[in-house]
């Protein structure tokens, strides 16, 4: 099982690279074949570039497949797309190749299903599974911090445990009466740390979320 490669860049033909490991002089280099999203950060790497990835092995009965990244992170969103049902390798490096990973965890965090449609590979059916499968997962550990480097945006950060769409619904209203992003992030922060005297549990109510961060204001 081969977790980590790194050497040199031998070809990169747009989505596969083949990263050359051991010393030429010698006559011991072997040439692996890695299949990698298809973004700027992979596609800019030349011929002769060292680089490192951290890899998934995929291995069926007739074929072994390599799946590389740059950071580890990455590689985790990775398997959290494996996981989801109807998504293979292919389908996960599809979605990872048409958004950077910081936004597509933004994206299945706050369950936000209409940004994942805008992702190549992801059809309706397809993002409802992602978001019903993963949200509460990547959810719980970006607040761990254990994707750093992925941050959960203004509203969605601003009231650790309340459910997405009650933010989201709340952010849209303020946003329609004209308050800024900022304006809205900072109410719902004095919300969240019982600043606004709020009565009732707004964690899944929109409306009672609302009123607490319009006194907030």
């Known amino acids: 099982m081969i977790g980590y490669i790194a050497g040199r860049v031998a070809e990169n033909s747009g989505g596969r690279i083949i990263i050359c490991v051991g010393n030429p002089d010698s006559g011991g280099e072997i040439g692996y074949s890695v299949n990698v999203p298809q973004r700027e950060v992979y596609e800019s790497l030349q011929s002769g570039a060292r680089v490192s990835l951290f890899v998934h092995t995929h291995v069926r009965e007739d074929v072994l497949d390599l ?13 959290a797309l494996l996981s989801v049902s109807g998504i293979g390798p292919k389908g996960a490096l599809n979605v990872l190749s048409g958004a950077e990973p910081a936004e597509l965890v933004s994206a299945i965090v706050d369950e936000d299903k209409d940004a994942l449609l805008r992702m190549p590979g992801i059809g309706k059916k397809t ?34 445990g309340v459910d997405a769409l009650v933010i989201r619904e709340a952010g849209e209203a303020l946003a329609g009466l004209g308050y800024s992003e900022r304006e809205i992030k900072e109410a719902l922060e004095r919300v969240a740390a019982g600043g606004a005297g709020t009565a009732g549990d707004f964690r899944h109510n929109s409306e009672s979320l609302l009123k607490a961060a319009l006194r907030a204001l």
């Open 67 to 79: 799946f590389g990244f740059k950071t580890k992170e990455e590689k985790e969103i990775f398997h």
């Open 127 to 160: 993002a409802e599974r992602i978001v019903v499968e993963l949200a509460g997962l990547l959810k719980r550990r970006v607040e761990a911090g254990l994707l750093s480097g992925v941050r959960q945006s203004g509203a969605q950060s601003a009231v650790a």
